[in-house]
């Protein structure tokens, strides 16, 4: 179970960069980075697939084959929404992909903010 876990972390963090969702130009909104307002939003999208990683990890010997079936299609569900909420970002900041700086600050607000989404930037 905890090899799909781990699968799920890759695939968001895969569609994170592959999304143009790396950074943006420091600015403020309402008085904070940019770079953290990114990853705030970023972290919201993915709020879901934290929560259904965290079921996949606690799955053990004893859970039926249907409850894990159900789970895996709750977590393709969710990855699939996650997926398209990443997407909208690289489009409302068109602006990234442009400062590798700051691709490194919204990398580093991730780990602060959503530390379990922050993990697959680790692995």
Do not use: H
């Amino acid at each position: 179970m905890k090899m799909k876990a781990e699968i799920l972390f890759a695939l968001v963090a895969c569609i994170f960069i592959l999304s143009g969702c790396k950074g943006a130009k420091e600015t403020t909104d309402s008085n904070k980075p940019k770079a953290d307002v990114i990853a705030k939003e970023i972290c919201d999208c993915a709020a879901d697939l934290i929560v259904i990683v965290e079921k996949m990890e606690s799955v053990d010997e004893s859970s039926s084959e249907e409850e894990l079936n159900a789970l895996f299609a709750e977590g393709d569900q969710i990855m699939q929404e996650t997926e398209k909420c990443i997407t909208a970002l690289g489009v409302k900041y068109p602006e990234v992909d442009t400062d590798e700086a700051l691709a490194k600050k919204v990398e580093e607000s991730i780990k602060r903010q959503c530390p379990k989404l922050g993990e697959a930037f680790e692995e």
